[in-house]
């Protein structure tokens, strides 16, 4: 059964441009479609979603989706929307970056199943790799004008940029290596359509162009906005860099908070891009967020469904309780269950002070650990009138002026969080 892809992808925000007849030809029947996805580093970061996302409706839709691992573009690099040329990757770390990709892909995607329209992952370097450059220029370059390379959003903003940058015959060659993965597939596996972010539409026309010219077939082009944050900085960028789908590199809760963290208007946005809520379901929870914007329903829901998605129900859990230490009542006992990576995350710009293992193990005095020995007080004197008024707390527990720190104390055996008040924290680390 066909569903309308093109329809779906409408009313999400999801569409850029397409080729007139894209959408009555995906109507006709089951067709392939690929996107490419750069393996320059073993995670995908949510720059990437948007065309996971597109796959995956695309499944929905009752089409076989295609994952193209640019293991030889990679090798290579994009000249679209880069100011400068990209470090080139051996085979090695590409077949790395390519069986992580996978695994991360088959969260969203069907590979496995027997299904007819079951997802495929394909790596370009795979017919690349013995492409002498002499049959490259003879079979491929001759059917393509300098002219019209040229003529490319791409190409232009590279060469009116800075002259001492330039561009390399490499990058310019990229457009035509990307436009012959259509004609591959296009031949090896009856795929006639590529997706991609709108910066990508030059690179995807000149595939459409080579299936025309060489194999006087028809292939299509969709694209998809570039995403942006109303307030004009990056999106999936934070201070510590991109916001990556392994938690090794970014820890759930971080994912969860950024998600959180968005703004009203980006939120909206985001909603019917990132989730598969139904129209119904996202109109609704629109409706509720303007009667009480305060609740932040649409940021809360946001960030739940991509957090499940990305990690699981658990790591979702987990991303809350952490927030909740921050922001409500939570015990000693919740604190300890995080992990180290989740307990630093969360109290990352907290003021910390190290101290030797030694300290603790015959107790350390809760006056010593506030004021001179840990310095979150700035004097004893300063240290006793705050436990006289039941203001200070270590590991979220209130104690008095008697209590000594040890090691019971200690949250992944290394940790004691000092708190004074509801929002001063300190962070005590034993080594």
Request: contains cysteine; glycine residues 8%.
């Amino acid at each position: 059964m066909i569903k309308n892809f093109v329809e779906e992808l409408t009313w999400r925000g999801m569409i850029q441009d397409s080729m007139p007849g894209t959408e009555e030809h995906l109507m006709e029947a089951m067709r392939q479609a690929y996107v490419g996805i750069d393996p320059t580093a073993d995670s995908l970061h949510i720059g990437h979603l948007v065309g996971v996302m597109g796959l995956k409706h695309f499944q929905l839709a009752g089409h076989k989706p295609v994952a193209l691992v640019g293991g030889a573009t990679g090798m290579i690099g994009d000249p679209s929307g880069k100011s400068a040329e990209r470090n080139l990757l051996d085979e090695e770390t590409l077949r790395h970056n390519q069986n992580a990709i996978k695994e991360q892909l088959s969260r969203f995607l069907d590979f496995d199943s027997d299904a007819e329209n079951a997802a495929i992952i394909v790596n370009n370097y795979d017919w690349m790799k013995n492409f002498s450059f002499l049959e490259f220029i003879r079979d491929v370059g001759k059917h393509i004008t300098v002219n019209y390379m040229m003529a490319k959003d791409s190409v232009k903003k590279r060469l009116s940029s800075d002259a001492s940058v330039g561009m390399s015959f490499t990058e310019f060659t990229y457009q035509l290596v990307q436009g012959y993965d259509f004609l591959h597939l296009y031949r090896d596996k009856n795929c006639t359509l590529q997706m991609g972010g709108s910066d990508q539409w030059g690179n995807i026309t000149t595939g459409t162009e080579l299936i025309r010219r060489i194999d006087s077939g028809k292939g299509y082009a969709l694209t998809w906005p570039l995403i942006t944050k109303a307030d004009g900085t990056k999106f999936g960028k934070t201070e510590g860099g991109n916001i990556w789908l392994d938690a090794n590199r970014t820890s759930p809760y971080k994912f969860y908070q950024y998600w959180l963290n968005t703004s009203d208007v980006d939120a909206e946005k985001y909603i019917k891009i990132f989730t598969f809520l139904s129209r119904e379901e996202i109109e609704t929870l629109v409706k509720e967020h303007q009667e009480a914007p305060h609740m932040r329903a649409l940021q809360k829901r946001l960030a739940e469904e991509i957090t499940t998605m990305v990690h699981s129900k658990e790591d979702l859990e987990n991303a809350i309780k952490a927030s909740n230490i921050l922001f409500g009542k939570s015990t000693a006992e919740d604190l300890k269950q995080l992990n180290e990576q989740t307990f630093l995350d969360v109290f990352d710009g907290v003021p910390q002070m190290q101290l030797p293992k030694s300290e603790i193990e015959s107790g350390l005095d809760v006056i010593a650990a506030l004021a001179e020995k840990g310095g979150f007080l700035k004097s004893n004197g300063e240290a006793r009138r705050a436990l006289k008024e039941n203001s200070i707390s270590v590991n979220k527990e209130k104690v008095k002026e008697d209590y000594s720190i040890t090691a019971e104390d200690l949250i992944n055996n290394k940790f004691v969080l000092l708190q004074r008040g509801k929002k001063n924290y300190f962070v005590l680390q034993f080594n």
